[in-house]
């Protein structure tokens, strides 16, 4: 009887990894798509993942990766 319910909390497990996963690789994947510098592009990389947890790296990961 509980194996559809750990069926569908695995998925949800997945999903919100999946999503924030997404999240964390966004400046990443802008910066690849603007054509920046292989250097800007690593420290864009560098600010995402090492800054997250503050929430302003990661802003200023993705600005630096948009601007042109």
Known sequence: MHAPFDVIVAIKYVASIAIVLAIVLAPAWLARQNG???????????????????????LWALFWSAKK
């Open 36 to 58: 920046r510098a292989k250097n800007d592009m690593i420290l864009v990389r560098l600010g995402s993942w090492l800054f997250l947890w503050t929430g302003v790296g990661w």
